[in-house]
């Protein structure tokens, strides 16, 4: 389970395109926090430790209270903008978590037990369709990764949603049972596949073909011999 991150920040005073440039002049990054039947709430970060904490990589994943004064908000980051030259952070949307609440959240996939998978061992490649799972989770429960095995997989089987177990706490947030990876022949074992097919057809085409062409040649020969009689 992801760590509660905790990150100080400050009430915006000014709004607009000109007052959220200086703060970010000033190493700052406009944010607002907002949702849990409460008004939006504007206020800034420092941008230095938001991208320390963007680094860990579940940022997105993780329960962030932000300190505004003497208040405490406990949040899930819901979308990050980011500058389209620079790629620094230039707005972040934290949603209020009430207590016990539950949220929908994308979690990343690993794969483990490559070596027990007959498939893998035949040289078979993993197809992976979802590197992240839609799941709704309690905010206080969001796991950091789901880890799927792959043990006693073949070339040809598909690992589906409804066959993972997921952490208590989870459920799947998409109402289907979709692919989440399939093993799938290499390119080689492909190639000769295709190849041995041709060679089986053409076996089953030529005896038909020459067996035609030997009764075509019975025919006329005895055709022949009726003439002459």
Partial sequence: MSDQLTLPAELREGTGKGAARALRREGRVPAVIYGGKKEPLGVHVEEKLLRKMMETGHFMNS????????????????????HPVTSRPIHVDFFRL????????????????????????????????????????DAAKIPDEIV???????????????????????????????????????????SQDDKEGEEEVAADEVPATEQSGDEGEDGAAEGDADKGE
């Fill in 63 to 82: 329960v962030v209270e932000l300190t505004v004064g003497k208040d405490k908000h406990r949040t899930l980051p819901k979308d990050v903008q980011f």
């Fill in 98 to 137: 009430a207590k016990g609440a539950s949220v929908e959240v994308q979690v990343p996939v690993r794969f483990v037990d490559e070596e027990e998978s007959k498939g893998m061992k035949r040289g078979g490649v993993l197809n992976v369709v979802r590197h992240e799972l839609e799941l709704l989770c």
């Fill in 148 to 190: 799927i095995s792959l043990a006693g997989l073949d070339i040809g089987d598909s690992i589906h949603i409804n066959s993972v177990e997921l952490p208590d706490g989870a459920t799947n947030a998409i109402d289907r049972d979709y692919t989440i990876a399939t093993l799938v022949a290499p390119s080689a074992m492909k």
